[in-house]
């Protein structure tokens, strides 16, 4: 109980003091102040600028924009002190600083708002010194932990020409250990800065101590003419050196020694260059602008062919120099010839990217046959070395050239004018000698409506079949209604029968026929033989009980006129013909007939 | 009667008129291009096909002669509508590949749908229409044949259910050429160096730079503008005078 007593008293009273300084101290004053670490650094240097906040914080953060000073925010630290009995909390926004360029730079006074209130900082001047290379004596005192060289292999360029620089890194044999090398300028007036190399590394002794030499080669390009400069180059790095509180023990200490780190700034001198235009004399016709040394190949193929076809012309332009910048030599000369748009291709041979092979493919066609050669090409350039302008030529190359038309080739021959197979053609296959028939453009077929309209006359007669087969079949299974139809069939024709007997006056063959007609008639209606129908079945059968009597007394009256033509068969043509229209009412009325 | 007469008479002379012209200048044109004439041989050919005519082999010269003239979009154009016209032409194929090789084109065509296409493309849609509707014909009528004489139904069953499948098989077919046919259009670039816009109207910011003969999708019409796409992300309008429009893809 004791024990937590002891720990719960400190842990209260921190608790107290902390809400305490969460009270808003809108009533206490604040302020707000801007300070430098330093306020001269060479360039290469950084300072850190500071932002104090004293009894509140600041929403907005206010960011110096200085034109040729770079600042970042880096971090915030915040400190509570309670002095005698005040608390009061301070918050501190650092910033690294650091110079583009030499010369006094004023950070401006920054306003704020800081717990309602409208604060405002004092300026601040910074001077920015040039960055000096170490002096020779206190180089070769042995005085300086890290430096930096910089050379050039000539002072006197040409415009255009391509240099490699050499930058030297020397630390001290001491140097445990470096990083972060980082270049914060590179002023480079009148050169492009290109590709960069690191080269080997090498000991070396200067003065009384050994130095550790990383070397960097870079391409410099000459852009104008006049005096320029290069450099001085400034960079930060940090290197690791021997702890000098090491605990006494010189054994222990190559064991336990992890060494201390420090920040270095490096420069180099500046190195003035005299950049000369190209000369104005003996300047070839062809030059289009090559600066270096180079050599020049060409070859083209294929060297017989027909009017049209495509040759190929390769140059190959090798050597050192601004090879990116490097143009097809002019082919102007080539007037029977259609050019077409050229490719190139570099290939680069060394890491700094000034030595290599430029290619270009131009690809041209003759255009008649009067062409017996390919022109020569030639390339000039101006060698910085000896300072003179040369030409390379390559000599015209014998081209044989044939008409289109005159002579097939081989190839189509044997394949009868067909593409070759598993080989890459090299020219279009010649054009055909025949017309063919021509045809009006017509729209496609199915868009054509009689063509759409025609589809439908399968689908139609497959239609038409089904539905015959259906009724075909209901026949089949229907004995009653085929028996129907082959009686309505038979009284068709039976009319027809009676009409002719009753035109050529023939009682007998009429009334037979009437019988029958009656026989047949009536046995279909009531589904019985019709050899048993006879008169009496008008009067007992019970589905002709439901038939009208005016029906019934004309069946009874055929049937009567039928029996009494047997006894007095003597009857007139209209009198027959009555009978028989009596006989086709009387059928009709039966079809109506409920079985 | 007399009139008609007269009429036809006109017709058939004028037809013959038209064929000797025709031959004439195809003869001149397989002469200029002889004579490595290209530019003049195209002229004459296109003479031609500006009458409303057309064959593949009229049109197989023509692309000879534009692409010997240095024209690959039009060569591009004149053989791709000589292979709609004759799509088993091997000489047509092989010059389109050909002049296809020449052409500086960053967007590749070999898709499922293009090998889909290919394939299609062995036939015609009219020889396509024409195979689909044998095989629907064939196949109503032998089903109508077995409503007729049920007794050959057995026999015929077979060979009913292989026409039917046929015709569906050609039906597909078919409907997939015509689909793309009518509802795809190809503009090949006849201009030789053209440049895309973001929008239809002239000073419009750049889209992408195409080539002559470069093939791209039709998007899309507005008055004289087209809405081309070069691949996908690649989406641009240009003028209608740059491009040919084929249809199909």
């Known amino acids: 109980m004791i024990k937590f007593r002891k720990h719960i008293f400190p842990i209260v009273g921190f608790l107290f003091l902390a809400a305490l300084g969460l009270i808003p101290s809108g009533a206490r004053a604040a302020s707000f102040t801007a300070s430098l670490d330093r306020d001269t650094i060479s360039l290469g240097e950084s300072a850190t600028l500071s932002l104090t906040f004293e009894g509140g914080q600041s929403k907005n953060v206010p960011t110096p924009d200085v034109p040729g000073l770079q600042i970042v925010q880096t971090g915030t630290s915040q400190n509570v002190s309670i002095i005698n009995g005040a608390m009061s909390s301070t918050v501190t926004v650092a910033f690294s600083v650091t110079p583009q360029q030499t010369g006094e730079f004023t950070i401006p006074a920054l306003t704020t708002d800081v717990n309602g209130q409208t604060l405002t900082s004092q300026p601040l001047k910074l001077t920015v010194l040039k960055a000096n290379a170490p002096s020779p004596a206190a180089v070769a005192s042995g005085s300086q932990v890290a430096f930096m060289q910089l050379s050039l292999p000539q002072q006197k360029v040409y415009v255009g020409q391509t240099l490699t620089a050499q930058l030297q890194i020397y630390l001290r044999d001491d140097v445990q250990n470096y990083g972060n090398l980082q270049f914060t300028t590179t002023p480079a007036d009148g050169f492009t800065l290109g590709k960069s190399a690191d080269g080997q590394r090498y000991n070396t002794q200067i003065g009384s101590r050994v130095y550790h030499v990383i070397p960097i080669s870079f391409a410099l390009t000459v852009t104008k003419t006049g005096n320029l400069s290069l450099g001085p180059f400034t960079a930060n790095m940090v290197v690791v050196l021997p702890s000098q509180n090491d605990g006494g023990d010189p054994f222990m200490a190559q064991f336990f020694n992890q060494g201390e780190q420090r920040q270095v700034t490096l420069a180099t001198d500046q190195i003035n260059v005299q950049s000369l235009p190209l000369p104005d004399e003996n300047v070839p016709t062809n030059f289009n602008g090559a600066v270096g040394d180079y050599q020049m190949a060409v070859t083209a193929g294929p060297t017989n062919v027909t009017v049209g076809d495509p040759i190929t012309v390769r140059v190959q332009i090798s050597g050192s120099g601004a090879l990116d910048a490097l143009k097809l030599p002019d082919l102007s000369g080539w007037s029977d010839f259609k050019l077409f748009p050229p490719t190139q291709k570099t290939d680069l041979s060394d890491q700094l990217g000034l030595e290599g092979t430029k290619t270009f493919e131009e690809i041209v066609t003759p255009q008649n046959t009067d062409v017996h050669a390919l022109p020569p090409v030639s390339f000039s350039y101006f060698n910085p070395d000896d300072g003179q302008y040369h030409t390379l030529t390559q000599p015209s190359e014998p081209l044989v050239v044939r008409s289109a038309g005159a002579t097939p080739l081989p190839v189509i021959a044997v394949n009868n004018n067909s593409a070759p197979q598993n080989q890459t053609p090299q020219d279009i296959l010649p054009i055909e000698e025949n017309l063919e028939t021509l045809a009006q453009a017509s729209p496609p077929l199915v868009t054509n409506p009689v063509f759409l309209a025609v589809q439908s006359l399968p689908v139609l007669a497959f239609l038409a079949a089904l539905v015959w087969r259906k009724r075909a079949d209901n026949l089949a299974n229907n004995p009653r209604l085929r028996r129907q139809r082959a009686v309505a069939q038979l009284i068709a024709s039976g009319l027809d029968d009676l009409r002719k007997y009753a035109a050529a006056n023939q009682p007998d063959e009429f009334f037979a026929t009437l019988f029958r007609l009656l026989q047949e008639q009536l046995g279909e209606r009531l589904d019985c033989p019709a050899s048993s129908i006879t008169e009496n079945v008008v009067d007992e059968h019970p589905v002709l009980r439901g038939a009208p009597e005016n029906v019934l007394a004309e069946l009874r009256e055929l049937f009567q006129l039928c029996n009494q033509a047997r006894y007095a068969p003597v009857r007139g043509t209209s009198e027959l013909n009555s009978v028989a229209g009596q006989f086709e009412k009387v059928i009709g009325e039966l079809k109506d007939l409920e079985t | ?249």
């Open chain 2, 1 to 249: 009667m007399k009139f008609l007469f007269t009429s036809l008479f006109v017709l058939a002379v004028a037809g013959k008129i038209f064929a000797a012209d025709t031959a004439t200048d195809f003869n001149l044109a397989n002469k200029l291009y002889a004579e490595g004439k290209f530019s003049e041989a195209a002229d004459y050919y296109e003479k031609i096909l500006q009458t409303g005519a057309a064959s593949p082999n009229l049109l197989f010269n023509y692309g000879n002669a534009e692409y010997k003239a240095g024209n690959l979009g039009k060569a591009i154009a004149a053989y791709r509508r000589a292979e709609l016209l004759a799509p088993r032409d091997e000489d047509v194929r092989a010059n389109l590949a050909f002049v296809r090789n020449q052409v500086q084109n960053d967007a590749p065509r070999a898709s499922d749908w293009f090998r889909l296409a290919g394939w299609l493309g062995q036939l015609t849609l009219n020889e396509w229409a024409l195979l689909a509707a044998a095989a629907f014909w064939l196949t109503f009528l032998l089903l109508a044949t077995r409503q007729i004489r049920p007794a050959l139904g057995a026999r015929l069953k077979g060979v009913t259910i292989f026409t039917a499948m046929l015709a569906i098989f050609f039906g597909a077919a078919l409907g997939l050429q015509a689909a793309e046919h009518f509802s795809t259009e190809t503009a090949v670039v006849t201009a030789h160096k053209a440049t895309a816009l973001i929008g239809p109207f002239d000073d419009a910011q750049t889209a992408f730079d195409v080539h002559d003969g470069a093939e791209l999708s039709v998007l899309d019409h507005h008055g004289d503008w087209l809405q081309v796409s070069d691949g996908p992300g690649k989406i641009g309008w240009l003028q209608k005078s740059q491009v040919e429009v084929l249809p199909g893809a």
